[in-house]
Nanobody
């Protein structure tokens, strides 16, 4: 049984940094892709960043370019999202997701097979 568990969210001031972690148990596959999505109240769940199964390829939506870094440690079955220079508009529930076929990057929520329960990130002004 595949499970994803996020950690690292919290309440911070604008300009601060946070590091989110997602631990994957019950390995989804040999080359599973990973991503971080976020969902603010009343809005759709949007991709923040994605990483391929090998870790060689990454993708960032504009909101995260230059501020966020996605990384993975396959030996620890873990993926992280380092977030710097946080803004109030980054406030959302952040979800990690796993795609069984992760040889190439996946950009849409429906392409991901497993989801974590989410972790709240709140950035105060």
């Amino acid at each position: 049984q595949v499970q994803l568990v996020e950690s690292g969210g919290g309440l911070v001031q604008a300009g601060s940094s946070l590091r989110l972690s997602c631990t994957v148990s019950g390995r989804p596959g040999n080359t599973y892709g990973m991503a971080w999505f976020r969902q603010a109240p009343g809005k759709e769940r949007d991709l923040v960043a994605a990483i391929s199964g090998s870790g060689d390829s990454t993708y960032y939506r504009d909101v995260g370019k230059g501020r966020f870094t996605i990384s993975r440690e396959n030996d620890k079955n873990m993926v992280r999202l380092e977030m710097n220079s946080l803004k109030p508009e980054d406030t959302a529930v952040y979800y990690c997701a796993a795609a069984v076929n992760g040889v190439v990057l996946r950009f849409f929520a429906h392409e991901y097979d497993y989801w974590g329960q989410g972790t709240q990130v709140t950035v105060s002004s």
